[in-house]
């Protein structure tokens, strides 16, 4: 089998108006190879919510996305204060963004949501107070 | 029917149109991006009132094939240029989202 080819993006949680800038290069990148249109559209969909996530709770992270043979792996990493309750987070509807940020249209409780339903395989670890990891995958076969 | 068709039918003003014969095949409304990027279809027109930057990467990553501002609604500072590098068509409807839909709606 041949090595995964990988690309990492550090992501500002700083700036918001410029947040996806990881998304939209992996596009660019994924397109390059070659892959399916509606595989890169769920990735790079997928990898955009967790990466506005990110910036909104967690002041930035790391994203790091991975081509392997059978599917595309997106690891998003941050130090932030962490998801209490995983479940509740997971309820389309539900979410904890200021209203700063619902003014530019996010925060309608629909970016994990959406990540589930983009991807075939997602699993979040968090603890409070010490961060979030997220792992997702998209088959490619 | 291409962005730049509808542009002329609809008598839209130009943000931005560095794809100007993109096809549309569709519609969605919306202002929520989760929504968007959740539901919108790839080649959609995609109405809304959003005015920022944001709009421009939801529009790359959800596909549609351009970006109707309604009601009168002007680009933040910034986007057009932006959306013109990104390759995201941008165009402008005085009308509100539903009036632009249904005039749409006979065209499409």
Known sequence: MSEALSFRFSVDGENFTSAGQASVQVKKNLRQLGLDPEIIRRVSIAMYEGEINMVIHAGGGVAEVKVAEEFVEIILEDHGPGIADIEQAMQAGFSTAPDKIRSLGFGAGMGLPNMKRYTDYMDIESKVGEGTRITMRVNIT | ?108
């Open chain 2, 1 to 108: 029917m291409t962005v730049s068709e509808l542009k002329d039918k609809l008598a839209l003003k130009v943000a931005a149109l560095p794809y100007p014969e993109r096809e549309i095949s569709g519609v969605y409304i919306g202002d929520l991006l989760s929504w968007v990027m959740g539901r919108a279809n790839c080649g959609d027109a995609w109405i809304t009132i959003m005015s920022n930057k944001n709009i421009a990467a939801v529009a790359t990553l959800a596909d549609t094939a351009c970006v109707i501002l309604a009601e009168g609604v002007e680009p933040d500072e910034g986007v057009g240029a932006l959306a013109e590098e990104k390759g995201i068509n941008i165009l402008l409807s005085d009308a509100g989202a539903y009036d632009t839909a249904v005039a749409m709606s006979k065209l499409l």
